[in-house]
């Protein structure tokens, strides 16, 4: 039990670590030219889908006990892998 306590918390601190870095993507488009803004919001709008995939990834973790949990957990390293590639992602594209 404690291991799977110790992931929920690792996670939840990821994805608030992501929200912040999406926010601040979204601050260096909103300063940027209009040009970037149009390239840029549609990866962005993209990175909000899977932060709220990810979200809703960990309510389920929540939720889920025994081997039921194994599957969420499965399913949870799978999006919040494409979350942090998306934001790893948005990062090179925004320098």
Same mark, same amino acid.
Do not use: C, P
């Given at each position: 039990?404690e291991?799977?306590?110790?992931?929920?918390?690792?996670?939840?601190?990821q994805?608030? %670590?992501?929200?912040?870095q999406?926010?601040l +993507?979204?601050a260096?488009v %909103?300063?940027?030219g209009?040009?970037?803004?149009v390239?840029?919001a549609?990866q +962005?709008?993209? +990175?909000?889908?899977k932060?709220s995939?990810?979200?809703?990834?960990?309510?389920?973790?929540?939720?889920?006990?025994? %081997?039921?949990w194994?599957?969420?957990?499965?399913?949870?390293?799978?999006?919040?892998d494409?979350?942090?590639?998306?934001?790893?992602?948005?990062h090179?594209?925004?320098?």
């Amino acid at each position: 039990m404690e291991l799977q306590e110790a992931y929920k918390q690792k996670m939840a601190a990821q994805l608030k %670590e992501w929200g912040a870095q999406i926010n601040l +993507l979204e601050a260096k488009v %909103e300063n940027a030219g209009a040009g970037m803004r149009v390239k840029r919001a549609e990866q +962005l709008h993209e +990175l909000r889908a899977k932060q709220s995939a990810a979200s809703e990834k960990m309510k389920e973790l929540e939720k889920a006990s025994g %081997e039921a949990w194994e599957q969420v957990k499965e399913t949870a390293d799978k999006i919040w892998d494409d979350l942090k590639a998306g934001v790893a992602d948005a990062h090179s594209k925004f320098k």
